[in-house]
């Protein structure tokens, strides 16, 4: 592991760039939200809400949804508009001397807290290392600490006794578990814990629930903590269909739904690996184990790949914006198995093509 100054990498590029505008008639491998969402009975709720729409959204009932979901106390919720906003409100609302960001993973906390004014220092995980997390390696003196798990883009899971090694008095421990819902069993969840000081866990609905055209997530905190970001945050700051949304991705249908789509995730994306593992030949490696609902892969040549990839229909994520990786890196969404197999078809090709 190692640390680096800001360098040229694009923080603010995602993976919606990537099927914008005439990207619209690509297959999508580069957004890590699920496929087949939002499903219908969460659609039904959330047009039911609209006859509200007159009225000031009320978060009362969704905060204490998702408190009682993670069984803690309200004061300890705070709802977003997506898990984004939250790195924005901690960048503003927090005193913060020395930020550590752990990568490579999500650029935006970096970039809320440039924005802010802040100095980040970046600590590297390394490939050799499987992009492993060593607590020791974060600096001593750090007061705020931001890290993901599973990471965006490595997909590595990294285990909740190692993050907990990083928590320290005066300290603020922010954990993006954005992804963990897609985890059986959400193994390694520090949401819900109260005994690791300082801790401030982000997740989001986005990404399972396919919302990412509503935003809407929520942080679990200290209840000092929420109430210094609820006070950063404008007045109403989720609609009132998103916090139906958020009440009712809370209740125990949506989490046994959820549960059943992280175990259908976890067995498309061991066909799309052992896919991937064929094109070994041709230099490409596989991050692994991957945990996520995506899997980073490294081969010669990446971005002609990519170049040939979007010709052929298919859209995924480049890696070189994403401090620690380079253009040999892409980042690619677990899909449905015939979607994978007609994607390896057409890998096949790019690699070819790509060599020529």
């Given at each position: ?17 990537e099927v914008r505008d005439d990207g619209a008639r690509l297959t ?329």
């Amino acid at each position: 592991m190692r640390t680096e100054p800001a360098g040229a990498h694009d923080l603010r590029h995602h993976g919606d760039a990537e099927v914008r505008d005439d990207g619209a008639r690509l297959t999508d491998l580069a957004v890590n939200v699920r496929a087949d969402t939002p499903p219908a009975w969460l659609r039904e709720r959330i047009a039911g809400s609209l006859a509200g729409l007159a009225a000031y959204p009320d978060g009362r009932a969704a905060r204490a949804a998702v408190a009682a979901r993670h069984g803690v106390a309200v004061e300890r919720v705070l709802l977003t508009a997506g898990a984004a906003e939250a790195f924005v409100l901690l960048a503003r609302a927090l005193t913060v001397r020395h930020a550590v960001v752990v990568h490579p993973q999500f650029t935006e906390p970096e970039a809320a807290l440039r924005d802010a004014g802040h100095r980040v220092e970046r600590v590297l995980l390394r490939e050799e290392d499987g992009f492993r997390l060593d607590a020791a390696a974060v600096p001593e003196d750090a007061d705020l600490v931001v890290v993901g798990n599973p990471t965006n883009p490595t997909s590595v899971l990294h285990p909740a006794a190692t993050i907990a090694e990083l928590a320290r008095p005066g300290r603020t421990l922010v954990v993006d578990e954005a992804f963990l819902d897609a985890v059986p069993g959400e193994r390694e969840a520090l949401a819900g814990r109260t005994d690791v000081p300082g801790l401030v866990v982000l997740r989001s609905l986005t990404k399972t629930w396919g919302l990412a055209g509503l935003r809407i997530g929520y942080v679990l905190a200290d209840p000092e903590t929420v109430a210094a970001l609820e006070r950063a945050q404008p007045l109403w700051p989720v609609s009132t269909p998103a916090l139906a949304a958020a009440q009712a991705c809370m209740e125990p249908r949506a989490l046994a739904e959820a549960a059943h789509a992280a175990h259908r995730v976890a067995t498309d994306r061991a066909h799309l690996v052992a896919g991937l593992r064929e094109f070994a030949p041709d230099g490409l490696r596989v991050v692994e184990p991957a945990e996520g609902p995506f899997v980073l892969v490294r081969l010669p040549r990446a971005t002609a790949v990519r170049r040939h990839l979007r010709d052929l229909g298919w859209a995924v994520r480049r890696g070189d914006t994403f401090p620690g990786l380079d253009e040999e890196w892409l980042r690619l969404a677990v899909r449905d198995r015939p979607t994978v197999n007609r994607f390896l078809q057409a890998l096949d090709q790019a690699v070819t093509l790509a060599k020529g």
